[in-house]
């Protein structure tokens, strides 16, 4: 009796399955340029990051060939799903994407609508290959187990490599502007409408700077730098991070002509550990250097202030920075011109802003009660004190002493007190300075 051929019911449905998984995709690695024309026409009807980029249309066509040979390739020849490595393409489409600046969901609905697709197109062929519904069955449980294990391992390296691509350009983005701002800053010659491409900043109209610091690092820095832009004007600040703890800012088309007390509300609301300089409002390339250097030099006034102020403004302190550009002479003036009234002490410093209201600009001592809601009386006796303290009367020498006073009561600490001692050697002993009137 001759022996009949086994038929797919007498056979194992596995084996079964396996046979016909292994030839389906040989046969349709013979058309693999059809099959990825198909999944990228697909692809493309869907998803709208394609319009408009021909370089990254190219990608995901060849990233659909890569993706269907490759899982085509494992499954014909047996090979498990444990060993998926991502394409070469596919991981360039993901760097492409995050170089269109897509996220990186849409660079995975890449891989979610086209294992739909492929899925779908098996699902219909293998069901006319197999006849057996068992041996069917376990063909595309076997195959829809593969995708999935491949998917899930091509999207989790895609993915990584979108998001490293993303935070690399982030930090060439980061060098350039600071490298731009240094340049401009130091008075080279820049290209200036490549610099404007490059730091996504007009320079056109006003400009108007602000540097944020803290004592700790954080995200604090680029909070508090969008409250500030965003008291400033409407426009999109540019920021430049200068080091972990110190953030400059610009906005353009701003007045910079926010009061010292809402600047430093919004700064204390945004984060009470960092604090604000300001410079002025200027135009143009020029007033986005100056209006920085403004800021600085506001910055190193805050600096004499000491605490209490989360926001110093370059116009409420331009004087002060003025005069205390050779901060030791500042205070050898300031001790000099006052004598013991520049005493570092209560008393002395309620004496002082007395007699500063008296012999400033449209002064008096009734403007000085006035201000200060002290009675006349009481105006006129710190008067008198203070010139017993300074050894002169307040009328010898009046702008030096409104000078000196304006020191003394808006950075009492820096131009009272010697500098604490170092390693280069001890200080001298502090002493107070009585100035003797000229002799006629």
Not at 48 to 55: F, T
Not at 293 to 313: F, H, N, Q, S, Y
Not at 370 to 397: P, S
């Amino acid at each position: 009796m001759v022996p009949q051929p086994a038929t797919d019911e007498d056979r194992d449905p596995a084996a079964v399955a396996d046979a016909a998984v292994r030839g389906l995709s040989a046969e349709w690695l013979a058309r693999i340029d059809r099959l990825a024309d198909g999944m990228f026409e697909h692809l493309q009807a869907r998803i709208p990051v394609l319009d408009g980029h021909p370089d990254l249309r190219g990608l995901t066509r060849a990233s659909c060939s890569s993706n269907v040979e490759t899982i085509l390739s494992m499954l014909s020849n047996g090979i498990p799903s444990s060993a998926t490595v991502a394409p070469v393409t596919a991981l360039e489409h993901a760097r492409a994407m995050a170089t269109v600046g897509a996220e990186v969901d849409d660079t995975l609905r890449f891989y979610r609508l086209g294992h739909g697709w492929f899925l779908e197109r098996w699902t219909e062929a293998l069901s006319a290959r197999v006849a057996d519904r068992a041996a069917l069955l376990a063909g595309l449980q076997a195959t829809a187990a593969f995708a999935l294990e491949y998917i899930d391992v091509v999207s989790t390296r895609v993915s990584a490599e979108h998001l490293a691509e993303r935070e690399r350009r982030q930090r060439r983005a980061v060098v350039l502007r600071g490298d731009l701002v240094r340049a401009l800053m130091g008075g080279e010659e820049v290209d200036v409408p490549a610099a404007e491409r490059g730091l996504g900043h007009r320079f056109a109209g006003p400009q108007t700077a602000f540097v944020c610091w803290s004592t700790r690092e954080g995200p604090e820095l680029e909070r508090v730098a969008a409250a500030v832009a965003d008291a400033l004007g409407p426009s999109r600040p540019l920021l430049v991070l200068e080091s972990p703890r110190v953030l400059g800012g610009w906005v353009a088309a701003a007045t910079g002509a926010v009061d010292r007390a809402t600047l430093d509300a919004v700064v204390r609301e945004a984060a009470p550990h960092v604090s604000v300089a300001l410079g002025r409002s200027h135009h143009g390339l020029e007033g986005f250097v100056r209006s920085r250097r403004e800021a600085d030099r506001a910055r190193r006034v805050a600096g004499l202030l000491g605490g209490g102020r989360a926001a110093v403004a370059f116009g409420d302190v331009a004087l002060l920075d003025l005069l205390t550009a050779d901060l030791p002479a500042a205070r050898a003036f300031v001790r000099d011109e006052l004598g013991d009234l520049a005493r570092d002490d209560e008393a002395t410093a309620a004496v002082r802003r007395t007699v500063l209201a008296v012999v400033a600009p449209r002064g008096g001592a009734m403007a000085a009660a006035r201000e200060l809601d002290l009675h006349r009386n009481t105006v006129l006796q710190r008067i008198h004190r203070a010139e017993t303290l300074r050894g002169a009367t307040v009328e010898e020498r009046p702008r030096e002493l409104f000078l000196a006073l304006t020191l003394a009561c808006g950075l009492d600490p820096a131009v009272l007190r010697d500098p604490a001692p170092t390693a280069d050697g001890p200080v001298g002993v502090r002493s107070a300075h009585r100035r003797v009137p000229d002799a006629h």
